[in-house]
């Protein structure tokens, strides 16, 4: 193997790659990132799970391939000089020079590397950056305790132009709509897939105007998989196995109250207010006629109090929230007035952003459950 190739379109493919490489790799192969000289230069890496492939440019002497180490190359590919880099084989090693800098790298055995899975059947497409910033606003609310996996994940169901996205820590529950163009117009699909490896994925599929989804479908090859493909990028991930909860029915329908609010003032008092906070300790809102009460802190400990202007339309309310996922919900509707809808002060409030069309409907719900406030 040996072949030419420019330096930024390889550090930038090996980085890309190497985000799945395993930190404690089960056999020693699956540390590799196998790199295959054709007419272009395909990179891979697999460690059951999660599978990445890019294809980049290159000018090939001799084709070939190799496994080396891919955390190795991603740091030497990252620290070369911005000169055109040659890479070859040589019997167990492989070199790469760049300027005058060179680097020889053992190779692990390719014949001990498995077979990266097939992409699924195409389902349908989306842009690029729509889907990175729905995935964003769902991710957040998905647990992060491993014994409960089905929690980890995001739910994503396809109903003919539209995809849902749903998360929940049990805690809070976010849920985007958003519209997409699928393959089939009657088709209807459900995944549960993790939600680290689709953030991350949606956030590295921008580079191209689009993300090919394909899901496989029940007793089909590929099935328990999904794939995502774009900017010539392309990713498998398992799916998760279990039962989602039955998130619907926990949007409440109607409201006693709601209130807009200022979204970046109200951002920055929630993080003044919240630094008397123990971790634990629940920042409390009185919502009345003209403005909102923010509260933390009491008795014997440090307090903290700040008013802000608010527009409210119903009963006064006092609630309470965990400050870190009120921000979190800041920070994920995208608007410049955040609207919170009330039911009582110890059932879920709906927080979003206000629609541009006031009798219009957000496509982005984050619910949040209370915390209790003794007394």
């Known amino acids: 193997m040996k072949f030419r190739v420019d330096r930024d379109s390889l550090a930038e493919a090996v980085a890309w ?5 395993p930190v404690r790799p089960p056999v020693p192969v699956l540390a590799g990132m196998l790199l295959e000289a054709g007419d272009r230069l395909k990179l891979s890496s697999f460690d059951y799970e999660v599978s990445a492939q890019v294809s980049v440019d290159i000018d090939v002497d001799e084709p070939g391939s190799a496994l080396v180490s891919g955390r190795l190359l991603a740091e030497i590919t990252r620290s070369l000089p911005a000169q055109p880099v040659d890479i070859e084989t040589d019997g167990s090693k492989v070199t790469v020079s760049c300027g005058t800098a060179k680097f ?20 349908g497409s989306v842009g690029s950056d729509a889907f990175a910033a729905a995935v964003g606003q769902v991710a957040i609310a998905a647990g ?15 109903e003919n132009d539209t995809v849902t996205l749903a998360s929940t820590d049990r805690y809070r529950l976010a849920v985007r709509e958003l519209q997409w163009k699928p393959e089939r117009p009657d088709i209807s699909a459900v995944a549960l897939i993790p939600a680290k490896t689709l953030a991350d994925t949606a956030k590295s599929l921008t580079a191209g105007a689009e ?21 010539g ?20 329908s109607e409201f006693n109250a709601q209130a807009e609010i200022q979204t970046a003032p109200f951002v920055d008092a929630v993080k003044r207010v919240a630094l008397v906070a123990e971790r634990n300790t629940p920042l409390r809102l009185a919502f009345s006629q003209g403005q909102v009460v923010l509260e933390a802190g009491t008795g014997d400990e440090a307090q903290a109090v700040e008013v802000l202007e608010a527009a409210l339309d119903g009963d006064y309310i006092q609630i309470a929230f965990n400050h870190t996922f009120l921000l979190d919900g800041l920070g994920a509707i995208g608007s410049d007035t955040a609207r919170l809808q009330f039911t009582s002060s110890t059932k879920p409030a709906i927080l979003t952003g206000k629609p541009a069309d006031d009798s219009g409907t957000s496509d982005y719900r984050y619910l949040l459950m209370p915390v209790r406030l003794n007394g």
């Open 211 to 231: 993300v090919a989804i394909a899901l496989a479908a029940a007793g089909g090859a590929g099935e328990g998989m999904i794939g995502f493909e774009g900017g």
């Open 233 to 252: 990028r392309r990713t498998t991930t398992r799916l998760l196995d279990g039962d989602f909860p039955k998130y619907r029915s926990l949007l409440p």
């Open 104 to 123: 020889t790298l053992l190779t692990l055995p390719v014949e001990d590397y498995p077979t990266l899975p097939e992409m699924p059947e195409l389902t």
């Open 144 to 158: 992060r305790d491993d014994t409960l996996p089905v929690l980890t994940g995001v739910r994503i169901e396809i």
């Open 17 to 21: 790659t190497a985000r799945t490489l």
